[in-house]
Nanobody, 119 residues
Framework: QVQLVESGGGLVQAGGSLRLSCSGS????????MDWYRQAPGKQRELVAS???????NYADSVKGRFTISRDYAKKSVYLQMDSLKPEDTAVYYCHALIATPVGNRHYWGQGTQVTVSS
């Protein structure tokens, strides 16, 4: 059974940094993409940063220059280094993986980790 487990959230002051980690287990097929999404109260879930197996990386405009996504392919893990945090970055952050299976691509989500940035 595929599981994605996030860690690293917490409370930080504006201008501070946090590093989120997401570790995958039970994954026996190829991972096409691993991403980070976030959802703030009353708002829709939005893509924060994404990586593909081909090496492409994309960021939401709101986090460009402040957040850095990276992957460890051997460990089936993805990380999000968040610097210069702002109160508007407060949200639950979710790890997402798009995994290739014999019956097609499947989406998997972690349980989420809370990030709170105080002003």
């Amino acid at each position: 059974q595929v599981q994605l487990v996030e860690s690293g959230g917490g409370l930080v002051q504006a201008g501070g940094s946090l590093r989120l980690s997401c570790s995958g287990s039970g994954i026996i097929f190829g991972i096409n993409a691993m991403d980070w999404y976030r959802q703030a109260p009353g708002k829709q879930r939005e893509l924060v940063a994404s990586t593909t197996s081909g090496g492409s990386i994309n960021y939401a405009d709101s986090v460009k220059g402040r957040f850095t996504i990276s992957r460890d392919y051997a460990k089936k893990s993805v990380y999000l280094q968040m610097d210069s945090l702002k109160p508007e970055d407060t949200a639950v952050y979710y790890c997402h993986a798009l995994i290739a299976t014999p019956v097609g691509n499947r989406h998997y989500w972690g349980q989420g980790t809370q990030v709170t940035v105080s002003s």
